[in-house]
């Protein structure tokens, strides 16, 4: 009799066992239809990287380890003696140029009034010349008649040779007349091209002027840059600069964590993908803290396996294949509706769990 009832007890619990693995089977089997889940997921927030745009020696740093700060905050400050000097020579420059400006402009001026001068000795110089020729008209039509009445001894040789004086006076002035015309034209020439050698020099200098400018400019915003600011709300990670220390300029020192905006990349077997839609609800559990539940939807697929991006992806066409099942990064977003406070607490890598609703 005792075995026979050991017998039943022991079926019993087979029995059991069998249908309670059959119930939980057939409810796996009936989620498995309508959600897919994984645990190959982690929390991603913005991490805004601290660069600086100048190099230098750390003069002062305010913040520390985990620190947070608000959007405008300084952070550090980078020496700014050697930018202090370059804005004197910048300004300096600048000054220099400006007076070469004004020197070209006072050439340009001097030459401009030489023009005029020359202009008006070459109208008068023409204005004499044009005297000069009628006077000799004058005085060859005399000396003529003079010696016309010469030859008939009309009149006494003393008064033929003061005719034939006057002529060759008139012909001489007609001459040195009509050199200091041509030495008029030339010095006009002289002057007319040195102005047009200021008025490059003036070119010249403006361009000066502005490259000066714009070296100033430069300076000054690069004294600015000198005091390196948060750019947003948010928590700095770990920092790693002192004091005295000599940072480049575009070297990543350490990171702002934006703690109001969080979300999910979670990694699905590509077995898993065929009836995952963007817009799908999901359901979020995170490692750290199992009590709290976020609602998401599913956002975006990445264009690629997370393979594909590797430092060294692989390469099937070389050595032995072995087919094995690739994941792909989803970027699940976080409602509004969920508690900010408790967004807050999540930490970039934070292990998560998943649950996509697919229907």
Known sequence: MEKKTKNKKFIFIILSLLILGGIYGGFKYAHSLSHEETDDAQIEKNMNPIIPKVSGYIHKVYVKDNNFVKKGDTLFTIDKRDYQIK??????????????????KADIGSASANISVSNSNVLSAGGNIESAKIRLAQVTNDYNRYNNLYKNHSITKQQFEQASSAKQEAENQVRILQQQEKTSSFQKSAIVAKSRVSDKQTEVAAANIKRAQAQLDSALLNLTYTVVTASIDGQVSKIDIQPGQLVQAGQSLFYIINNDEAWVIANFKETQLDKMLIGQKVIVKIDAYPDFEFEGKLASFSPATGSVFSLLPPDNATGNFVKTIQRLPVKISLNESNDPKKIKLLRPGMNASVDIHLK
């Open 87 to 104: 804005i004197e020579e910048a300004n300096a420059s600048l000054v220099a140029s400006q007076a070469s400006f004004e020197v070209a």
